[in-house]
């Protein structure tokens, strides 16, 4: 019988393969190391591969593609329910070839190469960020011991260091005070690197036309625009802002039983760099809301009265998600909204978020610089949907 459907067991160097024809029966059980793989796949008819989302899955995938295969991708908790008994390869293989023919399963887009380099170079950043953390700490530590004491931060303590390392009071000892001169020095280096890759990023940013249409959105920087068009692409996988929002962790968790709903706070699902990036812009655009006039800073200013700064900033980046979602899926350009009371651009689609049809304005404008709150000169425009974010009140679990 002809092979329709295989699950791949993917790991290092030997991979489990499990296949059935079009009535489901198994009609392949392999195991072949990795050099034979491809030269396996290649002799097969062209069918449905499923592999797991995991480490090297994207570039089997594409070497799949080349095949003539249709690969597709399965977040590893969606496949644990079709494993049977214990877990082991051959198992596993099969609950992959099970849950990759379900018409209810949902897929992860297999990521290009130009997209796997430019997340990789966030990454690469981001642990030089998280090093130089550890290491800024650590000298506040050994500095503490000895009675100097550094307030938090890699700015307080570069400002604090040409002062410990002069001060004759005898506080550091001659060992510790190269000990400090030393650490000051990787200090230095680690900035000029983060540095480097602040550049890089900015470069590829203004060559890149899809992340030029997103940093025209106030709260979305270089870091963010090349993070998200790194991570979902064209956004097509995604029918709509709001799944897109969901799938970043912005949107309400809840429970629902009977008739009983309980609202939570955001589920925090996904990838929490990228949530991370689109919250600390909106914060930079919470933080000079108060003093604009423009529809999307009385909105913002609107919630934090409400509620608090944090749940503000969590909104905007709600709303900036379905606002990217809405510019990478079809290709627009961003419009800013008009000032409060001016008539709206013609042409704008806009949608309405829960605030405005209860008499708040309904628009969105300004823009920023690598996630600053700035006012864009330009004529570019863009469609801005509305976050639809459900708020919750401070003293019961109900929607605002």
Known sequence: MQITTIGIDLAKNVFQLHGVDSKG???????????????????LPPCVIGMEACASAHHWAREMRKLGHEARLIN??????????????PNDAEGICEAVGRPSMRFVPVKTVGQQDLLALHRVRAQLIKTRTALVNQMRGLLG???VVVGKGVTRLRAALPAILEDQGGRLGPLMRELIVEMSERLRLSDERIKRYDLKLGQL???????????????????????????VGDARQFRNGREMSAWLGLTPGHRKSGNREVMLGISKRGDRYLRTLLIHGARAVVNVAERRRDARSVWVSKIKDRHCANVAAVAL??????????????????????????????????????????GAPKTSSVTPLHGCARRNSSAESATAPASGLKVRSRRGGGER
């Open 205 to 231: 940013c203004a060559q890149d036309q899809r992340c030029q249409r997103l940093v025209a959105v106030e709260g979305i920087g270089a870091l963010a625009a090349t993070a998200m068009v790194g991570a």
């Open 25 to 43: 029966r198994a009609v392949l059980r392999k195991r072949v190391v990795r050099e034979k793989l491809l030269a396996l796949v290649a002799n």
């Open 317 to 358: 980046a709600n709303k900036n998600a379905r606002i990217i979602w809405a510019l990478l899926n079809r290709n627009d350009s961003y419009r800013p909204a008009a000032a409060a009371g001016a008539p709206a651009a013609s042409g704008a689609r806009l949608a309405a978020p829960r605030c405005a049809r209860r």
């Open 145 to 147: 011991e000895r009675g």
């Open 76 to 89: 590893p908790k969606f496949v644990k329910a079709y494993v049977k008994s214990n877990k082991s390869d």
